[in-house]
């Protein structure tokens, strides 16, 4: 059973729109929540987290949601650039476990 | 700098022989996790540690051990590997001075069992 989901494996926007990624889960033990980056050939980077306590977290062109009742996170990246194509997962913990439950993926392409 | 590295970066091997992934962090972290990652599965957890001595299993650990003799590393054995292991494994790490630190993560392994 998959805790932590991303429904769309791939998604293209164009240079300078928002790309909006999505992330579902099912385990309300869950109380945080990151996003991590990875770029072909490397290993995964962090990029931005949430604890569950809040409904935002903004850094930079970065923005997490997070909507408990639906069990759902978002990450917005405004503007989209070139650069920003990679692989981002998300992934879910319960706070002391230091385990991370990860979604499988979604392939961003941002197009110049 | 601190850093976390993992070595082969590429691996090929054959059914039924013992493989050894090394996995070596600067960082003084506590906590060392494995991972691998195949397409439609994201990164599962094979096992994690918590500090020397201290060995888990995680969702996908048949076949696999660890074991943590020190701090640095966490070697990851394929006791007799299977074409059904061939995957990109990674290596990652994060200090347990808080609940929710963050994970800081390896170059990865790619590994081919023929």
């Known amino acids: 059973d998959q805790q932590v989901k991303q429904n769309s494996p791939s998604l293209s926007v164009q240079e300078g729109r928002i790309s909006i990624l999505n992330c579902d889960y099912t385990?309300?033990?869950?109380?945080?929540f990151l996003w991590y980056k990875k770029y072909p050939a490397e290993g995964p980077t962090f990029l931005i987290s949430?604890?569950?306590?809040?409904d935002k977290n903004e850094d930079g062109r970065f923005t997490v949601f997070l909507n408990k009742s639906a069990k759902h996170l978002s990450l917005h990246i405004v503007p989209s650039q070139p650069g920003d194509s990679a692989v981002y997962f998300c992934?879910?913990?319960?706070?002391?476990?230091?385990?991370?439950?990860f979604g499988t993926g979604t392939r961003l392409k941002v197009l110049a | 700098d601190a850093e976390i590295t993992q070595s082969p970066r590429h691996k090929i091997t054959e059914t039924g022989r013992q493989v050894t992934l090394a996995c070596h962090q600067t960082?003084?972290?506590?906590?060392m996790f494995w991972y691998r990652q195949d397409l439609g599965h994201g990164l599962r957890l094979i096992h994690y540690?918590?500090?020397?001595?201290?060995?888990n299993k995680g969702e996908v650990s048949d076949g696999y051990s660890v074991s943590r003799s020190n701090t640095e590393d966490l070697p990851l054995t394929l006791e007799s590997a299977a074409s059904s292991q061939t995957s990109v494994y990674f290596c990652?790490?994060?200090?347990?001075?808080?609940?929710?630190?963050?994970?800081?993560f390896g170059p990865g392994t790619r590994l081919t069992v023929l």
């Open positions: 949430i604890s569950s306590i809040k």
């Open positions: 385990n309300s033990m869950f109380d945080y």
């Open positions: 540690s918590y500090g020397v001595q201290d060995t």
């Open positions: 990652a790490s994060s200090d347990s001075g808080g609940p929710t630190d963050t994970q800081y």
């Open positions: 960082w003084n972290h506590n906590n």
């Open positions: 992934a879910a913990t319960n706070s002391g476990t230091y385990k991370y439950i």
